[in-house]
């Protein structure tokens, strides 16, 4: 989907967000100096893989420390995860590296990410994530924020992620 059909589907559910347009934001670091004052929590993505090729994306708070030698532990997958490749992102979540997002979800149509949402991040009302690119941020309500997980027929997870 694009991101015009991904605001189109949250609109579709009654899901009211707000959007702000910036220049490409590729890490945290370019997110705090270009997104400008966007109130709420802020997102960053782990697109991960285990050892028996399972996907999993962990959206956490932009400041959150996963520990990649034990979060497996964590989420249920077989061994210690690593990333997942450009090629896998973009065939699954239908993004590129650097736009890694929750609203990705929308394009796993056979639900093969399991995705998880760090408890913490959760304590937020707005949260903001990429629309399927990193030149925007849309603002979603944290339960409107489920109600679209839901929407994409993933199971809502949410667990104390990071450290």
Do not use: C
Request: no cysteine; net charge negative.
């Amino acid at each position: 989907m694009t991101r015009e059909e991904l605001i189109r589907h949250l609109d579709g559910l009654g899901i009211e967000t707000r959007t702000y347009e910036h220049p490409p934001l590729f890490t945290v670091a370019d997110s705090e100096a270009l997104r400008g004052d966007i109130p709420g929590g802020h997102t960053k993505n782990l697109f991960l893989k285990d050892k028996k090729g399972r996907f999993f994306l962990l959206t956490v708070g932009e400041h959150a420390v996963i520990d990649l030698k034990t979060i497996h532990t964590r989420i249920g997958a077989s061994g210690r995860v690593s990333f997942g490749n450009a090629e896998k992102l973009q065939e699954l979540l239908g993004v590129q590296p650097g736009a890694v997002t929750i609203f990705g979800l929308i394009n796993d149509r056979d639900t093969q990410v399991t995705a998880f949402l760090d408890a913490d991040l959760m304590e937020h009302d707005p949260i903001n994530a990429h629309p399927l690119t990193n030149d925007a941020t849309t603002a979603i309500g944290r339960d409107d924020l489920l109600r679209f997980i839901e929407s994409t027929g993933h199971e809502v997870q949410i667990l104390k992620l990071s450290a």
